[in-house]
């Protein structure tokens, strides 16, 4: 079965820091690039980060932009998300997802696989 599953979400002050980890089973997912979205209670799914294949080209959503950083280990299967200086409207539930293309988007459209998600809370 393939799959997508995110861990690492939990309760946390402001300012603090979480890393989220997303971890590929049931075939690789080394030759994808690959997006975290979020969706906080009564809006819609946002972009927040996406990486390409090999990790030389990521993106950031404006609102996370010199917060959070997302790596990859395709050793390990694995997507990363280091968030820092969180915020209260950080607070949503965070998404991994894989495309079919080498490179990241923007679009969650573009995604064809998803991860259930895991909660993320920052407290003020």
């Known amino acids: 079965q393939v799959q997508l599953v995110e861990s690492g979400g939990g309760l946390v002050q402001a300012g603090g820091s979480l890393r989220l980890s997303c971890a590929g089973s049931g075939r690789t997912f080394s030759t994808n690039g690959m997006g975290w979205f979020r969706q906080a209670p009564g809006k819609e799914r946002e972009f927040v980060a996406g990486i390409s294949w090999r990790g030389g080209i990521t993106y950031y959503g404006d609102s996370v932009k010199g917060r959070f950083a997302i790596s990859r280990d395709n050793a390990k299967n694995t997507v990363y998300l280091q968030m820092n200086t969180l915020k209260p409207e950080d607070t949503a539930v965070y998404y991994c997802?894989?495309?079919?293309?080498?490179?990241?988007?923007?679009?969650?459209?573009?995604?064809?696989?998803w991860g259930q998600g895991t909660q993320v809370t920052v407290s003020s």
């Open positions: 997802a894989a495309r079919r293309d080498t490179l990241p988007s923007t679009n969650q459209n573009a995604y064809d696989t």
